[in-house]
């Protein structure tokens, strides 16, 4: 597959879409920002809801491949996940076939997978089932589902990225594990848009973490090499936090206290 060339980011305002506006150029890359409000410091960008299926069909119209990073990132009521996680990434997929792009990057999450239970015997792979830990869970499982549809029917190929802690820093013992760099995001989704032949993919989205859950060989295998880990952080993290306690959700199960969580009125 050769290298695209202009990709559509969804969530450009975003923790993740923020940092990729400046990260993903330098690999080549010509950025068209999307977003459900206006991208800071970006008058060319584009402001739209996924509900709105004819905005997201022109957003698409064009580009080589798009990195769907779009929606809500956090537990919301069933009828607001339901319009921007579900129907926006049917909308996103529907344009995608009927434009012709055969590649899209989508950042699930380990919510996706959340209440898989933290054993302690060996590390987790990206072939488990779906347990979602709540209505936003349940919206990556949908994305998921999504992707796999569309690879099948229409060769729309997908990599699905269950991204754990995606920050600047990690910030809690749990994020020792979780931790997903800036730099190392970019290079994951980079791979993820340049492999060959994916068809449908799920991989774990992490470092190269000293303490990690995770079993990163499907990533690997699509040219993902981590160059951060968490472990530079955990003297300081352990001396503010502690260590995990096992009662914990956070040290039970992969989604931690996402698992407690329950959605707004």
């Keep these: 597959m050769m290298m695209t060339q202009t990709i559509l980011l ?50 698409v119209r064009g580009v080589d491949a798009v990195v769907h990073l779009g929606g809500i990132a956090l537990e919301d009521s069933f009828a607001n996940i339901l319009g921007s996680n ?32 933290l054993t302690g015997e060996g590390l987790i792979g990206s072939d488990i089932p779906p347990r979602p830990d709540t209505y936003y869970g349940l919206s990556k499982v949908f994305g998921e589902g999504l992707a796999s549809l569309y690879a099948d029917k229409y060769g729309v190929e997908t990599v699905s990225i269950r991204i754990g802690s995606c920050f600047p820093e990690p910030r809690s013992p749990r994020a020792l594990a979780t931790w997903l760099s800036p730099a190392d995001c970019t290079r994951l989704i980079h791979a993820a848009l340049t492999a060959p032949g994916v068809g449908h993919t799920v991989v774990n989205g992490i470092s190269a973490n000293t303490r990690a859950w995770w079993d990163l060989s499907s990533a690997r295998a699509l040219g993902y090499e981590p160059q951060d880990d968490a472990e530079a952080y955990a003297a300081e993290i352990l001396a503010e936090h502690g260590e995990l306690d096992p009662a914990h959700a956070d040290a039970r199960l992969l989604g931690g206290y996402f698992t407690t969580v329950e959605p707004p009125v």
């Design 86 to 117: 579900i129907e926006g990434a049917y909308n996103l997929y529907e344009a995608v076939r009927q434009e012709g792009v055969k590649r899209v990057v989508f950042a699930s999450s380990n919510h996706a997978v959340g209440f898989t239970p």
């Design 10 to 59: 969804t969530g450009a305002a975003g923790g993740i879409g923020t940092f990729l506006r400046t990260q993903l150029p330098p690999y080549g890359y010509r950025l068209r920002l999307a977003d459900v409000k206006p991208v800071p410091d970006a008058p060319d960008s584009l402001a739209f809801d996924l509900r709105d299926a004819a905005a997201v069909r022109e957003a």
